[in-house]
Nanobody, 122 residues
């Protein structure tokens, strides 16, 4: 079975940094596009960033562009989200996802992790 497990969330002060990790198992990791989405209470799960299976394509939401960086280590079956200059509005549960191609819509991804909480205090 496919499993995606996020880690690295926590409480951070505004302006600080966190690095999220997503470890994948049960899939051929280096053939999948990987993405990060986030969901705050009462809101839809929204796109954050994605990278294609060979890292030829990276896409970011406008709200995080210039602050967040997605990367992957195919040898470790892991995708990362480096988050810098964090803002309170970044507070959400961050979910890792795997899909066929690097797209910005939720239904483009077949597998999802349970999420890790990121809380940014002001």
């Amino acid at each position: 079975q496919v499993q995606l497990e996020e880690s690295g969330g926590g409480l951070v002060q505004a302006g600080g940094s966190l690095r999220l990790s997503c470890a994948a198992s049960g899939l051929t990791f280096n053939t999948y596009a990987m993405a990060w989405f986030r969901q705050a209470p009462g809101k839809e799960r929204e796109f954050v960033a994605t990278t294609s299976w060979r890292s030829f394509t990276t896409l970011y939401a406008d709200s995080v562009k210039g602050r967040f960086t997605i990367s992957r280590d195919n040898a470790k079956n892991t995708v990362y989200l480096q988050m810098n200059s964090l803002k309170p509005e970044d507070t959400a549960v961050y979910h890792c996802a795997a899909g066929t191609s690097a797209v910005v819509v939720r239904n483009g991804y077949n597998y999802w992790g349970q999420g890790t909480q990121v809380t940014v205090s002001s």
